[in-house]
């Protein structure tokens, strides 16, 4: 992760050019195990701000991505997504299956709104996952207390403080130094809830 800076948490697609925790480990029981130790140490965190899927960004770079994220948050989340953030902030963390109980959304057809809230407060970078129980048999990722969602501000208090010294255009060039030879099209189009197409131009130049 200190070499890739951001990677899949599950396989890789041939129209994402980045790495992949489940092909980097050979392995998914493996792969879910280093993960889980990553994300306990801080040394990285879990969002899905970039290309719409669950990427592991290491910390040296959350900073600056943080910092161009919030600039664009929703100034109105929904009305489930409200409910699920002041529910883990009261909670401490949370599973989903513990927002879909409080939202009385248990059991139905899946993505439900409990689902949809989660996405909408990661995208804002809101919240995040933090680390579960690996079970020692059966399939990795279906640990019985399921993956505990916590208040990004809270969880990472450190990297909250140091965005707040990065001005735009050192995050964008931080991230831009990150993804290495991605293509400026792709780059573009995988951060684009990060920085208006005006800012993403102007440090191609």
Do not use: W
């Not at 993960?35 to 701000?49: H, K």
């Not at 513990?98 to 995208?123: F, H, Q």
């Amino acid at each position: 992760m200190k070499t890739v800076k951001f990677a899949l948490r599950y396989n890789s697609t041939p129209t994402l050019p980045l790495a992949s925790m489940y092909a980097a480990a050979g392995d998914q029981r493996l792969a879910i195990e280093l993960t889980n130790a990553l994300l306990a140490r801080d040394e990285i965190v879990e969002t899905n701000v970039i290309a719409d899927r669950l990427v592991l960004v290491h910390r040296s770079v959350v900073t600056a991505l943080y910092a161009l994220r919030v600039r664009f948050r929703s100034k109105a989340l929904s009305d489930f997504a409200q409910r699920a953030f002041q529910f883990i902030r009261n909670e401490g963390s949370a599973s989903a299956g513990d927002v879909r109980r409080y939202l009385g959304v248990d059991g139905m057809k899946r993505p439900d709104p409990g689902d949809l809230s989660l996405a909408e407060l990661m995208r804002d970078m809101l919240i995040d996952r933090g680390p579960f129980t690996v079970p020692g048999k059966g399939i990795p990722y279906l640990s019985k207390e399921g993956y505990p969602y916590r208040i990004f501000e809270t969880a990472h208090a450190d990297l909250v403080k140091a965005s707040k010294k990065l001005k735009p255009e050192q995050a964008i060039r931080i991230l831009l130094d990150a993804a290495g030879q991605i293509p400026a099209k792709k780059f573009a189009s995988m951060f684009k809830l990060c920085f208006t197409r005006e800012e993403i131009a102007s440090s191609m130049e």
